[in-house]
């Protein structure tokens, strides 16, 4: 019964002193933003993705636009780097090549949305997010199909890349395009999550540089964002170890009801309720 009483002032503490790196933001705020990371990260462990989207989703509702980008920036860049490389570097590699037109597609207009982060008001910042993210996860929920018929394969990685560059140096989140991608080729489970580990991988490591330029990843923020990838990384492992473990369907079907919850926040934000 004296363990917690004595283990709460040294947490307490440990807090203080995050907070104080993070200068504008509360004990309870980054308590907060530590437990989403944490959770983000287990998501992403179990099924591949949704890590940006639960995040910035979730940090929009007490962090202004900004911070909530840059929190998300450093714990997505790090967690996709285990995720690309768990088959090893030559799968990854391989990736690239195959995946080249789409990379380069997210890279480029992620460079160029980057820029106008700062631009954009925050109103139509928040629905301009929580559109798609609703639109994307209540789609799958009611068991919509998203693939689709692909007649020019190099056509669509442009366009699906171009599209999720525009929304990615926006929000940090670029998962939805490559997901109906994806689906639309059929890719089977281990190439889907390796997919989708290199690409987030390079669109992070490029959403970084954009937003050193933009001035969005500041000292402030680069601090904060830090410090949220212990918890992300953590998430991570226990996402992974449970992995085989869960009915990936059931548990991707609740991944998407928090999502859609989500996604209609945001737009409540956006429209002032």
Known sequence: MLRPIILRPIILRKVNILSNL?????????????????????????????????????????????????????????????????????????TVITYRRMLIATVVFIVISAQFVRIIPQDLFLLLLGLPITAFAALQLAGVGLALRLEHRARAEWLLGAIGGLYGGLSGVWGPPLLVYLLSIKADKLETVRVQGVVFLIGAAVLLMAHLHSGVMSATTMRFSAILVVPAMIGQSLGVAVQDRLDQLKFRRWTQILLVLTGLNLMRRAVGL
């Open 22 to 94: 993070v200068a504008d933001l509360p004990n309870g705020l980054l308590l907060i933003a530590i437990a989403v990371t944490l959770f983000a990260g287990f998501v992403k462990g179990a099924v591949g993705f949704a890590m940006p989207m639960i995040m910035v989703s979730a940090f929009s509702s007490f962090l202004p636009p900004e911070t909530a980008l840059a929190g998300l920036i450093l714990p997505t860049l790090i967690s996709n780097l285990t995720q690309a490389f768990r088959q090893g570097f030559a799968p990854a590699w391989q």
